[in-house]
């Protein structure tokens, strides 16, 4: 049985098949049109599907969309009502794209698709709590989802055992985690919906001063994690900003210009509005686990990509073990509407072993054969070496110790914001000198982003305090004691992004400026490559860690195909390319003579 999950029109398209229960494709709709976030109908990524599976839309036996598109559009109607006049701007702005297109949700699909099936719509909330507990590799658990809004749900909890979600409370718009964590994105001069993990990184480097503000004026916070917002300084219901007038006041001036300087006070604002995220997430977590009983939380929604509060929910929180939705944010809700079918619609049995999730890693997506890539290269007469897979390890290894910087494309690509050694960007993580060059020479970004480490699961503890893996590179740990750099007393003394600079550990490049690390296993079953490579480094090299960080410059999707990786091999300071087992050395290309005339479409022979 074959189920197309569709997410779209918001945030983050995506599409994913599942067969008979199983995973077998998901790709965001950004990774093929090149446009980040694309909210598009996800055309490109459900055709790739189709044809990757050796299907036709009439093969189909059951379309899921992520969120039901009637329910929403009231929650949207109900609140211009509710703020009339105000808002009419916004009201003219948002009313045509649904009156021509989103609320004929059901016919659109079955034009788009050329499908005359059954479609199902579960809630916005239902496929984030499928999402989450559905692939987990828990028979029963707790759920909880947190994210901007969906139809009227902001943030849900629940419970999953077998083939069942049941949700047993929620908070309803505009009361929302994750739209007050955007409004400080956008406060803090951030793209809203991109920009987040960006005040996550900054966060580290200013103190709390404002967290009390925070408590006091802008959210009501109850013990159990519950909270009303006071809307008196938010925009976002009827506006076209997130933040109004009387937030400015409060805070002491305008929104910060995008690309303007830094300064000590957006450093501050953003460590507030994380600490006081980590404390309605940890005593959420609480609360579900006494209501609940259950000994497992699973985890999905935007909110669920802040692995630093992921993080402390492990270390901190009574759930003896929790899973995150890789793809925790809306392209995963194509992947929870489909599970859903299968197994709470349909009944289909669901076992799981309470050690391996159903995810497969996350490895979802395209993959090319090294016949293609070879024939792309040799097309348009690209220098390369074509090695043996066996040698690949030890190659890239010695050039990783030797400080090169070097793009890693291999097999299938990751479903979700993060890579994970599949389309990576890697180097030596005891290099002091490699955030810098990485954020400045390769990635195009502020230099303040902190790199995440890949280390080879069975040595996990030996580097960072955490007892258990992480693949999905969604929990943040301290970076052990014995590893970390005694600070001098004028090192303690900076403020702001001069603490950048300071060497605080064996593993300078990824290590954060508050001793902690987003850290991923690599898992010798899921990707048995890439686990070698870093073993080998272990082996020659002494250092069972590299960094790991996505195959794209700022404001570019990750790459898919060949040529989307190396024309960023080209666009940037990288000194090497593993393309399938095709070694690129930068010194022996050519200059891109112009961009907007090279193949970007990938054509293999």
């Not at 749900?153 to 419970?159: A, D, H, L, N, V």
């Amino acid at each position: 049985m074959n189920i197309l999950g569709i997410s779209a029109f918001y945030h983050d398209s995506a599409a994913c098949m599942v067969q008979d229960g199983g995973i077998t494709f998901a790709a965001q709709e950004e990774r093929f049109t090149r446009k980040k976030h694309d909210p598009s109908f996800p055309k490109n990524a459900i055709d790739y599907s189709l044809k990757e599976m050796g299907l036709t839309v009439d093969d189909l036996d059951y379309v899921a969309f992520y969120d039901k598109p009637f329910i929403k559009f009231e929650r949207i109607l109900s609140t211009y009502l509710a703020y009339a006049p105000s808002g009419i701007r916004s009201f003219i702005k948002a009313m045509p794209v649904w009156i021509k297109q989103k609320l004929w949700m059901k016919e659109l699909l079955k034009k788009e698709l050329g499908y005359d099936g059954k479609i199902i719509f579960p809630e916005h909330h239902e496929s984030h709590a499928a999402s989450a507990f559905f692939p987990s590799p828990f028979q029963e658990a707790a759920f909880l989802t947190i994210d901007g809004v969906g139809e009227w749900t902001t943030t849900s909890y629940g419970t999953g055992s077998g083939n069942r979600i049941e949700i047993i409370a929620d908070i309803h718009f505009p009361h929302s985690l994750g739209l007050l964590y955007s409004a400080f994105t956008y406060y803090t001069g951030f793209k809203v919906n991109s920009g987040e993990y960006k005040v996550m990184g900054l966060a580290p480097y200013g103190e709390p001063r404002y967290k009390d503000l925070i408590l006091s004026e802008l959210i009501d916070l109850k013990e159990d994690g519950s909270f009303r917002m006071n809307m008196e300084y938010f925009d976002y219901c009827t506006g076209l900003r997130m933040t109004n007038g009387r937030f400015e006041k409060l805070f002491g001036g305008p929104p910060r210009k995008p690309e303007a300087e830094l300064t000590q006070r957006e450093m501050d604002l953003a460590r507030s509005v994380q600490e006081v995220t980590e404390e309605v997430m940890l005593r959420m977590s609480r609360h579900v686990h006494r209501e609940t009983g259950r000994k497992n939380l699973c985890l999905a929604g935007g909110v669920a990509l802040n692995c630093v509060g992921n993080g402390r929910i492990l270390r901190e929180g009574p759930f003896e073990n929790i899973w995150i939705q890789p793809a925790a944010g809306d392209a995963g809700g194509a992947l929870g509407a489909a599970l859903f079918v299968w197994y709470q619609y349909l009944e289909n049995t669901r076992h799981a072993d309470g050690k391996r999730d159903s995810q497969r890693g996350s490895y979802l997506g395209p993959e090319f054969a090294s016949d293609s890539i070879v024939g792309y290269l040799n097309k348009n007469s690209i220098p390369f070496t074509r090695l043996n897979e066996e040698d690949i390890p030890g190659r890239v290894a010695d050039l990783i110790a030797e400080g090169k910087v070097i793009g890693w494309f291999q097999g299938r690509m990751e479903f979700g914001p993060r890579a994970l050694g599949a389309r990576s960007i890697i180097g030596d993580a005891r290099s002091p000198q490699m955030q810098e060059i990485m954020n400045l020479k390769i990635k195009f970004r502020e230099s303040f982003r902190p790199f995440a480490p890949s280390v080879i699961k069975e040595r996990v503890s030996d580097f960072f305090e955490i007892d258990r893996e992480s693949p999905y590179m969604l929990l943040v740990a301290p970076v052990k004691k014995d590893i970390r750099k005694e600070m001098t007393d004028e090192e303690k003394s900076l403020f702001g992004l001069e603490k950048l600079y300071v060497v605080r550990s064996d593993l300078p490049a990824v290590t954060h400026v508050d001793y902690s690390a987003r850290i991923q296993t690599v898992d010798r079953e899921t990707n048995p490559l890439y686990h070698k490579l870093i073993e080998k480094l272990d082996e020659k090299h002494g250092c069972p860690v590299i960094i790991n960080t996505s195959f794209n410059v700022r404001g570019e999707p990750i790459v898919c195909t060949p040529a989307d990786a190396y024309l960023c091999f080209m666009r940037t300071n990288m000194d090497y390319l593993v393309l399938g087992n095709c070694l690129l050395d930068k010194k022996e290309q050519r200059p891109l003579e112009n961009d907007t005339n090279w193949q970007k479409e990938f054509e293999p022979d």
